[in-house]
Nanobody
Framework: QVQLVESGGGLVQPGGSLRLSCTTSENMFSFGTMGWYRQAPGKQRELVAE???????VYADSVRGRFTLSRDNPKNTMFLQMIRLKPEDTGVYYCGARTGDTGTWDYWGQGTQVTVSS
C-alpha cells in the first residue's frame, strides 16, 4: 500500500519560512506527478504546486516566487520550501501523487497544519 507522510508544518509569523517534507513508501519515479495541495477552513482544497516525473513544475499564482518544490529522489522525499509566508497561506497542506501526468490524484498524505499568524 502506497503511503505518503508529510511533516514540517507549524506556527510561523507573517514573513517567516517553513519547509514541508513528503516521504513516500514507493520510488518517486513510479508516480507521473507529485504535488502539494492545501485546504483552508471553509474552503476547497487547492493546488499549491506540482512536479512531473522528469522535472516540469507548476505553481499556483498565489505562491509563485515564494514557494519552491524540490525532490530528493534517492530519499523518495519531496519538499515545499515556503518563504515570505502570509496569513492567507494558512491551511492543512497535503502531499499527493498520481500515476499519470494529469487526472485524478491516486494517493494522499494525512496532511500537516501550517498556521501563519502574529
Amino acid at each position: 500500500q502506497v503511503q505518503l507522510v508529510e511533516s514540517g508544518g507549524g506556527l510561523v509569523q507573517p514573513g517567516g519560512s517553513l519547509r514541508l517534507s513528503c516521504t513516500t513508501s514507493e520510488n518517486m519515479f513510479s508516480f507521473g506527478t507529485m504535488g502539494w495541495y492545501r485546504q483552508a477552513p471553509g474552503k476547497q482544497r487547492e493546488l499549491v504546486a506540482e512536479a512531473r516525473r522528469y522535472g516540469s513544475r507548476v505553481y499556483a499564482d498565489s505562491v509563485r516566487g515564494r514557494f519552491t518544490l524540490s525532490r530528493d529522489n534517492p530519499k523518495n522525499t519531496m519538499f515545499l520550501q515556503m518563504i515570505r509566508l502570509k496569513p492567507e497561506d494558512t491551511g492543512v497542506y497535503y502531499c499527493g501523487a498520481r500515476t499519470g501526468d494529469t487526472g485524478t490524484w491516486d494517493y494522499w498524505g494525512q496532511g500537516t497544519q501550517v498556521t501563519v499568524s502574529s
